[in-house]
C-alpha cells in the first residue's frame, strides 16, 4: 500500500512569487492534515479536512496560504505571495479514524525555501 | 492547551550505550501521547503511542517509552543504540481541544550515535 506522497519534495522561489504543494493521502483515508516546520522550531499544525471540508484552520497563519482538497483526495497548499518567513518544511498526512485514538501518516515533507 | 517539552536539542550516545530522550508535556486532562521518527529524507514514522492503557508502552526497533502523571513526562528509551537509530525524535500529544485531531509536537531530538 503506498503512503502519503507529497510534491515537490522541494521548492525555491523567491519573495513574492506563488508556490503550491501537493499531497495525496493513503488511498481511503478521509482526514488529511497539513503541518510545517519552521527550521529549528516544532511541527505545527495548519489545518484539517475532513473529505473535502475544512475541519480545522486554525493554524492557517495568514490569507496568504490557502487550501484546498476537491473531490476529498488528494490536497494542494498555495502559498501567494510568498514571504521569507514561510520557508520550512511542509509535512501532509492522513488518517483513516477521527476518534480518540488518531494514528496519522505522514508523508516526507515538501522542503520551501523562499528567497 | 497541552503543549510538550523535548529537553536537549542533541542527544550524543556510543553505539551500545543507553538510548534516553526526555519528553514532558502539559495538560489537564490524561493526554494521547505519540514519539514518532523521522530518518533522513523520509517522513515521521510512529515509533509508539499511550492512549491510557499500559502505562508502560512498547514501540518498534526495540524503543519504549514510560508514561509517568506525576512527573507529566513521557520519556523514550532504548536499552542499547545501534547505529542505524540516528535520526530525529519527535514527541507529540493529541489536542484534546480539537477532539484529538491534532497533534502538538515538541521541538525534537536529534540522535547523533557514534561507533
Known amino acids: 500500500e503506498a503512503g502519503v506522497t507529497q510534491f515537490p519534495s522541494h521548492s525555491v522561489i523567491e519573495k513574492g512569487q506563488t508556490v503550491t504543494l501537493r499531497c495525496d493521502p493513503i488511498s481511503g483515508h478521509d482526514n488529511l492534515y497539513w503541518y510545517r516546520r519552521v527550521m529549528g522550531k516544532e511541527i505545527k499544525f495548519l489545518l484539517h479536512f475532513v473529505k473535502e471540508s475544512k475541519q480545522d484552520e486554525s493554524g492557517m497563519p495568514n490569507n496568504r496560504f490557502l487550501a484546498e482538497r476537491t473531490g476529498g483526495t488528494y490536497s494542494t497548499l498555495k502559498v501567494q505571495p510568498a514571504e521569507l518567513e514561510d520557508s520550512g518544511v511542509y509535512f501532509c498526512a492522513s488518517s483513516q479514524d477521527s476518534g480518540s485514538y488518531n494514528e496519522q501518516f505522514f508523508g516526507p515533507g515538501t522542503r520551501l525555501t523562499v528567497l | 492547551a497541552q503543549s510538550v517539552t523535548q529537553l536537549g536539542s542533541h542527544v550524543s550516545v556510543s553505539e551500545g550505550a543507553l538510548v534516553l530522550l526526555r519528553c514532558n508535556y502539559s495538560s489537564s486532562v490524561p493526554p494521547y501521547l505519540f514519539w514518532y521518527v523521522q530518518y533522513p529524507n523520509q517522513g515521521l514514522q510512529l515509533l509508539l503511542k499511550y492512549t491510557s492503557a499500559a502505562t508502560l508502552v512498547k514501540g518498534i526497533n526495540g524503543f519504549e517509552a514510560e508514561f509517568k502523571k506525576s512527573e507529566t513526562s513521557f520519556h523514550l528509551t532504548k536499552p542499547s543504540a545501534h547505529m542505524s537509530d540516528a535520526a530525529e525524535y519527535f514527541c507529540?500529544?493529541?489536542?484534546?481541544?480539537?477532539?484529538?485531531?491534532?497533534?502538538?509536537f515538541g521541538t525534537g531530538t536529534r540522535l547523533l550515535v557514534s561507533p
Open positions: 507529540a500529544v493529541s489536542d484534546l481541544g480539537t477532539g484529538f485531531q491534532k497533534l502538538v
